[in-house]
């Protein structure tokens, strides 16, 4: 392989850092490649954490991960900024501006040059244009906007407590995002009282919405049903077959003509690639904007060009937007972009190896499915040993990245953290 071989990764998420890790502990500690990561942000957190941070049960500063760091210490380089574009024949990617939290420009626009492009830049939630959603919704798809959820959410339960002593939450979409939010916000309120300073706790009057016929419709009915009476028994008012046709500053608007009332209002519905993607140099897209790809993850337009995780699509037989798809995708390429760089060997197929799924709601419960045929020979899981599996997924994520001895001291320095800091964000 050429020494000057680039392989440019864009998006350090659950693919993008572990495939960046991954060559950077290999091609680059190896000084065969030079493996570059660019993010728009600068410190990278486990996306399936975000409604935790929402909530404010999640502590900032032990769950990111910066990119800078990480880059010096496994091989690879990092550059913040914003991919706006492709230049597919010059093989340029195209970052924006970069500016400061006030606006002012840092960086001018600028080029960057790759043999291999891997675009891992991740998805938000689809609100298929419903009026007013853009206006007066909140989105937890980065830790920015979940950031700023918390930020309002401590605000009107201050009001609440103040006031009239009732706030009212409304979130669209019982997916698996919709779902743990609304048991992690009754979970945050239940630990605000141990620190509030009346005796009168405020009613948090939490509602889901959901289109569908059930809620976690990815999960066998079983769990569905069991996840739903489990939300009921802490007081979140479930509703499905609840089709939203707009929202106001007062709250949702339903096809059936009833009105959701919401002091704040979470739209955590549908998945859809980042629109920047209509941008990539004339790439082909799903109706979602994902970009479509083969099975060896390949563009279906440009050999050079390669995507994974939530924002790419494979044609005909297209894989969840899901943690364990993009982990495995990212695992794929690490092992096989080396030799498709050096022999231009071919990148065989992805095949992607279901492990199951899990949820957890809060810590009231949580339920896992296993594939048939595997542990157990399948079958549903739930209760501690589920929601003990649903944290071993993060602190698997943090090995990978930490390593072990590192993974290891970074759980031990969460459990003392715990002990001496209040478990809910208070400010
Ligand atoms: C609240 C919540 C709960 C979830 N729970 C689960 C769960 O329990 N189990 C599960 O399997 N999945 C869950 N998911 C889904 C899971 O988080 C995603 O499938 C996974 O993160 C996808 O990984 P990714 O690498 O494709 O993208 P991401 O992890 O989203 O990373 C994308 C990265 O790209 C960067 N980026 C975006 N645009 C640009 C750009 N133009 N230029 C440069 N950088 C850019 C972003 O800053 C980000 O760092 C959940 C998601 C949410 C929101």
Redesign the pocket.
Same mark, same amino acid.
């Given at each position: 392989m050429s020494q000057k071989s680039e392989i440019l990764i864009? !998006? /350090? #998420? +659950?693919? #993008?850092l572990a495939l960046a890790t991954r060559l950077g502990n290999s091609l680059g500690k190896q000084g065969q490649a030079r493996i570059t990561l660019? *993010?728009?942000?600068f410190s990278?957190v486990w996306?399936?954490?975000?409604?935790c941070f929402a909530a404010g049960t999640a502590q900032n500063e032990n769950d990111r991960i910066s990119f800078m760091a990480q880059a010096s210490e496994h091989h690879f380089e990092f550059w913040p900024?914003?991919?706006?574009g492709i230049d597919r024949d010059k093989r340029q990617a195209v970052l924006g501006p970069l500016r400061s939290s006030d606006g002012t420009v840092v960086l001018e626009g600028r080029t960057v040059e790759y043999d291999a492009l891997i675009l891992?830049? !991740?998805?938000c939630a689809n609100d298929f244009g419903t009026p007013g959603v853009a206006e007066h919704c909140l989105f937890? *798809?980065?830790l920015v906007e979940a950031n700023g959820f918390n930020e309002k959410f401590r605000m009107e339960l201050l009001r609440a407590y103040a006031g009239d002593g009732a706030l009212d939450i409304a979130i669209v979409g019982g997916g698996? &995002?919709g779902t743990?939010?609304a048991a992690e916000l009754h979970k945050a309120l239940e630990l605000v009282r141990l620190h509030s300073f009346s005796q009168t706790p405020p009613a948090l009057n939490i509602t889901l919405l959901e289109a569908g016929p059930r809620i976690l419709p990815a999960f066998p009915e079983q769990v569905s049903e069991a996840a739903q009476k489990e939300l009921e028994r802490i007081g979140v008012k479930v509703r499905t077959s609840a089709m939203v046709s707009g929202a106001d500053e007062n709250g949702f608007s339903l096809k059936d003509g009833s009105h959701a009332p919401a002091t704040l209002r979470v739209w955590?519905a549908g998945v859809k690639a980042?629109e +920047?993607t209509s941008g990539f140099g004339g790439l082909s897209l799903s109706r979602s904007g994902q970009i479509l790809i083969n099975p060896n993850l390949q563009t279906v337009d440009d050999p050079a060009i390669f995507a994974? /995780?939530?924002?790419s699509y494979i044609v005909n037989d297209p894989l969840p937007? &899901?943690?364990?798809?993009?982990r495995q995708q990212a695992h794929h390429l690490a092992r096989h972009l080396p030799a498709w760089l050096r022999d231009k060997r071919e990148v065989p197929s992805c095949v992607f190896n279901n492990k199951g799924?899990? +949820?957890a709601l809060g810590n009231y419960n949580g339920w896992g499915t296993l594939p048939g045929g595997t542990v157990f020979g399948g079958g549903v899981f739930h209760g501690l040993s589920a929601r003990l599996g649903?944290l071993a997924?993060y602190r698997q994520h943090q090995i990978e990245l930490y390593g072990l001895t590192r993974g290891l001291m970074s759980c031990f320095s969460d459990w003392v953290d715990s002990l001496v800091r209040p478990s809910v964000r208070l400010d």
């Open positions: 864009v !998006g /350090g #998420g +659950v693919a #993008g660019i *993010d728009k942000s990278h996306k399936p954490m975000l409604h900024g914003e991919v706006i891992s830049i !991740g998805s937890i *798809d980065n698996a &995002t743990q939010l955590a980042p +920047v994974m /995780g939530d924002c937007p &899901t943690a364990q798809v993009a799924a899990i +949820v649903h997924l």
